[in-house]
């Protein structure tokens, strides 16, 4: 499915929707080293193509030479500058005249048209309607001869079902007899059988009980002993927490004296110290005043002049910004409505074409698919009903992805479970495993994992592409990871098929894989709890079941 993506670099956005965000990067990095392959690949060709195309300058050959004039330039004439050139209002009035004399020759051509097919509907249509009479009283002898011939065939059925009645009602009365002797023999064999279960209960009771008191004994003295044992390890780690503290306070008594020491050394420095710090802010406080006396007089002057400068450059920006925003929003109007024409356009073309190409894939017929169909009926949008979907043609091979339900379901019973994919084989037989769900759809895969603890999980088949979705309780959400599964083997989309383990043979190999090693390295999810069904009909049911 990746290699037909990266064939077509197109994505459909139901299956982009099914994918992880981690999902989403690998396809985006693959779609885009696939761009650059194929622009190389086209460069180099037409490189190659122009070498071979290019042709050297033959001497002697054909080239253009202008007409000179006497001042040796190119010669020019101007239409209306000569003597005998005509006024353009002459002109004007010659061709008005000539284009009247056509537009009403035409005219009374298109009326004598027009009257000679209506004269011919007329005979044409007084034709039909004689064909018509005749045909009407045709059919309606056939219709009166086919209603006799039914009137008959109901009277004989009436009498037919009247003599099933009798039977029937002679039949009822005989069963009802027999169920009514088989009913009373099947009441004795009940009374028999609950007097020996009665018998039976009685004796389980009793062997129950003496099982019981004798387990309770061994408990109790299990009990008593794992009590005694806790207490005498209790009363030695108080012992040891006793002794420990003692020590630990007789530490802490002498750290606090030698700490008491250095506080009271630092404290006088301190206070020396404070007492020069003090002279000397008293000093740099008169000297700041003055400063600041004078630096508050510069500083007025000069935001009186950066004013003006800067009530000038303001007023030229305004200008300047409305008159670039004004060209600006008229250009993004502009290129805006540009790109959303073209932007429909296209997305018309590629819709219908894709239409096409997936219908003559499946029918197996692509003789009558040209671009000049698939443009123009692409352009009509989608207005027109789309037609129904066709089945693969026989030989033809399988579509890129599944046209209907009833596709995935058939893909399912042919290619999937011969393979026992979500199916698992035991002493009792093929059983569906518990993690198996059938074609539901991504909310109800949320629904059901909604309040499931982290690491629950489902796989449940996909109706947009051919494999599954898995279905993951992440911490903080739920997660989807696409399986691919339209090749012989099982792998997650976007996985390196050449790292081991990346591929799997079994959809239950891929699943037990993950059970140890994480889906993926940025969000580590390791499937743990799988989550089975919920209502008394499984939603597998439409897989395993023949068809009508």
Not at 290 to 315: G, N, Q, S
Not at 463 to 484: C, M, N, P, Q, T
Not at 514 to 539: A, T, W
Request: contains cysteine; charged residues 45%.
């Amino acid at each position: 499915m990746l290699q037909q993506i990266l064939r077509d670099m197109y994505i459909d956005p139901e299956i982009l929707a099914e994918l992880s965000d981690e999902q989403k990067e690998i396809l985006f990095c693959k779609m885009r080293e696939e761009q650059i392959r194929k622009w190389k690949i086209n460069d180099e060709e037409y490189e190659k193509k122009m070498k071979k195309t290019k042709k050297k300058k033959k001497k002697g050959g054909k080239t253009v030479e202008w007409l000179l004039g006497r001042d040796s330039k190119e010669w020019v004439w101007v239409m209306g500058d000569h003597d005998s050139d005509k006024q353009i209002e002459d002109i004007l009035v010659k061709e008005r005249q000539l284009k009247a004399n056509q537009l009403a020759h035409q005219e009374a051509e298109a009326k004598r048209a027009k009257e000679e097919e209506g004269r011919k509907k007329r005979a044409e249509e007084e034709r039909n309607l004689r064909e018509e009479q005749a045909r009407l009283a045709a059919e309606k002898a056939v219709l009166e001869s086919a209603r006799l011939e039914e009137e008959r065939i109901l009277r004989e059925k009436e009498a037919a079902e009247k003599v099933l009645k009798e039977r029937l009602a002679k039949e009822q009365a005989e069963e009802q007899e027999r169920k009514k002797k088989v009913e009373e023999e099947e009441q004795k064999l009940q009374e028999m059988k609950a007097k020996w279960q009665k018998a039976a209960a009685e004796e389980k009771k009793r062997l129950a009980d003496e099982e019981e008191r004798r387990q309770k004994e061994v408990e109790q003295k299990r009990l008593l002993e794992v009590e005694r044992q806790k207490e005498l390890a209790k009363r030695k780690a108080e012992q040891e927490a006793l002794k420990a503290s003692m020590e630990a306070a007789r530490k802490k008594k002498e750290r606090l004296e030698e700490e008491k020491k250095k506080k009271e050394q630092i404290e006088l420095e301190l206070l020396h110290k404070a007492e020069r710090l003090k002279k000397q802010r008293e000093k740099d406080i008169k000297a700041k005043e003055e400063r600041d006396k004078k630096l508050k007089e510069e500083e007025k002057h000069r935001a009186e002049e950066l004013y003006v400068v800067l009530k000038k450059t303001d007023e030229n920006k305004m200008k300047m910004a409305e008159t670039d925003r004004a060209n600006i929003e008229e250009f993004w109007k502009v290129q805006l409505r540009r790109s959303k024409n073209a932007d429909n356009e296209r997305r018309q073309r590629a819709r219908w074409a894709r239409e096409e190409v997936r219908r003559s894939r499946l029918s197996g017929n692509f003789e009558n698919l040209t671009l000049d169909e698939i443009y123009n009926e692409g352009m009509k949008g989608d207005s027109q009903q789309q037609p129904p979907p066709i089945r693969p043609a026989s030989g033809m091979p399988r579509p890129s992805q599944p046209v209907s339900k009833d596709d995935v379901i058939c893909w399912y019973r042919e290619n999937q479970e011969p393979k026992q994919a979500g199916i698992r084989v035991d002493f009792n037989g093929k059983k569906p495993c518990k993690w198996f769900h059938g074609i539901i759809p991504r909310q109800k895969a949320e629904e059901i994992l909604e309040g499931k603890k982290p690491g629950s999980f489902l796989v449940r088949v996909s109706e947009k592409v051919w494999g599954y979705v898995l279905s993951y309780r992440d911490v903080e959400a739920i997660k989807h990871f696409l399986i691919d599964a339209s090749g012989s083997t099982y792998q997650f989309f976007g996985a390196d098929p050449s790292k081991q383990h990346s591929v799997h043979n079994r959809l239950g190999d891929l699943i037990t894989y993950h059970k140890v090693i994480p889906v993926s390295e940025r969000g580590r999810e390791v499937l743990k709890d799988p989550v089975g069904q919920e209502g008394p009909i499984p939603d597998y049911k439409e897989l395993f079941e023949d068809k009508a």
